[in-house]
């Protein structure tokens, strides 16, 4: 049934309302990396003022149909002790004082604007995940693939860190199913209020009961 709605979604699209979207992902992306470039340029000064190393932290994660691509980040963590594989905890050791303020105001996310202009991420979808997750799905995981995957989502305004991976998955192919406009508005405007009051940032992800 799942699969059924999924094909019936996507089939309503017409290539000329994807191609209007395409275009203004560039142009809203385009604009506000313009105007957000002083923004940028403070966040750097102050990375780089703080620790060694890149001011951008990237990373392969699976896009739409399961393609590769590298996200962008602001460099979070102190050079040496960036790991990826370890949940991350209030007060984490391995996070700067910066990083941590980046963290919780969500604004160590804004290069993924970056992405979005490039074609591999949305605003809205899936958030993208790595690689060694995405290229192991199975048949029912690899739907929340046939989108790109954005830069916020459904799943993440539904509990982020306080829902378990399976509960993720199925909110993200519940948005795929469900996907319009105002949906789309309703999330931008949750994700907004999240991120003023820095909501789930470092609590531990739950575990899937088996």
């Excluded at 999330?187 to 609590?203: A, C, H, N, P, R």
Aim: hydrophobic content about 40%.
């Amino acid at each position: 049934m799942v699969t059924e709605n999924l094909r019936f979604t996507h089939k309503r699209r017409s290539l000329w309302s994807v191609y209007l979207g395409r275009l203004a992902e560039i142009f809203f992306s385009s604009l506000l990396l313009f105007l957000l470039t002083p923004f940028f340029v403070i966040i750097a000064i102050a990375i780089k003022a703080e620790s060694k190393g890149s001011v951008f932290f990237t990373q392969k994660r699976g896009g739409k149909d399961g393609k590769h691509f590298l996200i962008y980040k602001f460099r979070t963590m102190y050079k040496a002790n960036v790991d990826v594989h370890k949940v991350l905890v209030d007060n984490d050791p391995r996070v700067t004082k910066v990083g941590n303020f980046l963290r919780k105001t969500s604004l160590d996310e804004l290069p993924q604007l970056i992405n979005i202009l490039k074609g591999d991420m949305s605003f809205i979808g899936p958030r993208p995940t790595v690689t060694g997750q995405t290229d192991n799905y199975n048949e029912y995981q690899m739907q929340r693939l046939q989108l790109k995957p954005g830069v916020t989502g459904w799943a993440q305004i539904s509990g982020r860190n306080l829902l378990t991976w399976d509960e993720k998955i199925d909110l993200d192919i519940e948005y795929i199913q469900k996907k319009c406009f105002k949906l789309d508005i309703y999330i931008l405007m949750k994700t907004f209020v999240k991120v003023l009051k820095s909501d789930e940032v470092y609590i531990a992800p739950k575990t899937d009961k088996k």
